[in-house]
């Protein structure tokens, strides 16, 4: 690599510091307070469970929202499916387990398939605030089979990119990997040629204003934000592109936003 070379990748990570880091990684330690994520975390099983859902898309603000591009508030979402679960005493019990696709902290062009808590699960949340989409009793019986099934993992590609295009199986993120997994509930198909048909065919993306320079050098600045999966605008699965799909095919029981002192609509 150039010094010149060199030079303008360190300029894009100063530029772009929300797309360099996904906000998609397995949290570890908390970045909030603990005891503050804890409760957040409960508030948002109780109030899942408070509606009767048994599977629902949850995401979290991984970077503060002042700095995501343009229609982006949320950098990582999961399935959060109600299930027996271990309590800190030992005892079983009933709450939920979130499944994520997690970007590798030591490897970012990489991701696993990983099952944590709901207070794991916030511990990445650089603030408190919760995206819902709450599926229709119908798709929610659906998706439950395909995450208990092997379509679950099948569908995972560990090529882990950023901005991932969800019209192709090149690279792949946490959304696209919920949207992939929504796709095969839908039309009952684990064959990801057919799934990615219904992408291209049914799901708008979400564009993301990336300039020709940022985008040339975006690679040498983060291996995880390829873009050579893309035609001339780069487009992505986002919290809320997958909100309207599931919306304007009439597919989402609700879709709100929770905060530790408000439960409001978007």
């Given at each position: 690599?150039?010094?010149?070379?060199?030079?303008?990748?360190?300029?894009?990570?100063?530029?772009?510091?929300?797309?360099?880091?996904?906000?998609?990684?397995?949290?570890?330690?908390?970045?909030?307070?603990?005891?503050?994520?804890?409760?957040?975390?409960?508030?948002?099983?109780?109030?899942?469970?408070?509606?009767?859902?048994?599977?629902?898309?949850?995401?979290?603000?991984?970077?503060?929202?002042?700095?995501?591009?343009?229609?982006?508030?949320?950098t990582h979402l999961g399935l959060w499916v109600y299930s027996q679960i271990t309590l800190p005493d030992g005892s079983k019990g009933q709450g939920y387990r979130v499944y994520n696709l997690y970007q590798r902290s030591n490897d970012r062009t990489?991701?696993?398939?990983?099952?944590?808590?709901?207070?794991?699960?916030?511990?990445?949340?650089?603030?408190?605030?919760?995206?819902?989409?709450?599926?229709?009793?119908?798709?929610?019986?659906?998706?439950?089979?395909?995450?208990?099934?092997?379509?679950?993992?099948?569908?995972?590609?560990?090529?882990?990119?950023?901005?991932?295009?969800?019209?192709?199986?090149?690279?792949?993120?946490?959304?696209?990997?919920?949207?992939?997994?929504?796709?095969?509930?839908?039309?009952?198909?684990?064959?990801?040629?057919?799934?990615?048909?219904?992408?291209?065919?049914?799901?708008?993306?979400?564009?993301?204003?990336?300039?020709?320079?940022?985008?040339?050098?975006?690679?040498?600045?983060?291996?995880?934000?390829?873009?050579?999966?893309?035609?001339?605008?780069?487009?992505?699965?986002?919290?809320?592109?997958?909100?309207?799909?599931?919306?304007?095919?009439?597919?989402?029981?609700?879709?709100?936003?929770?905060?530790?002192?408000?439960?409001?609509?978007?």
């Open positions: 690599m150039t010094r010149f070379t060199k030079f303008c990748a360190t300029l894009l990570i100063v530029l772009l510091p929300t797309v360099t880091t996904a906000g998609s990684s397995t949290p570890g330690q908390s970045i909030l307070p603990q005891a503050e994520v804890a409760t957040f975390a409960n508030r948002v099983q109780q109030d899942l469970a408070s509606r009767g859902a048994s599977v629902a898309i949850v995401a979290r603000m991984g970077r503060d929202p002042a700095q995501m591009p343009n229609g982006i508030l949320y990489r991701s696993d398939l990983i099952q944590d808590s709901p207070a794991e699960f916030f511990a990445g949340a650089q603030r408190l605030d919760a995206g819902i989409i709450i599926p229709d009793p119908e798709l929610q019986r659906k998706l439950l089979a395909v995450i208990a099934s092997p379509t679950y993992a099948a569908l995972h590609n560990p090529r882990y990119s950023v901005l991932a295009n969800p019209r192709t199986s090149q690279y792949q993120n946490c959304t696209e990997h919920t949207l992939d997994v929504l796709i095969a509930s839908i039309y009952g198909t684990s064959d990801i040629g057919q799934i990615k048909a219904n992408v291209a065919a049914y799901f708008v993306p979400q564009v993301v204003q990336v300039g020709g320079v940022k985008r040339a050098f975006a690679a040498i600045a983060s291996p995880a934000l390829n873009t050579d999966d893309h035609g001339q605008i780069v487009e992505t699965a986002t919290f809320g592109s997958v909100s309207r799909f599931l919306q304007s095919y009439g597919m989402a029981k609700d879709i709100y936003r929770i905060t530790p002192t408000n439960v409001s609509r978007f």
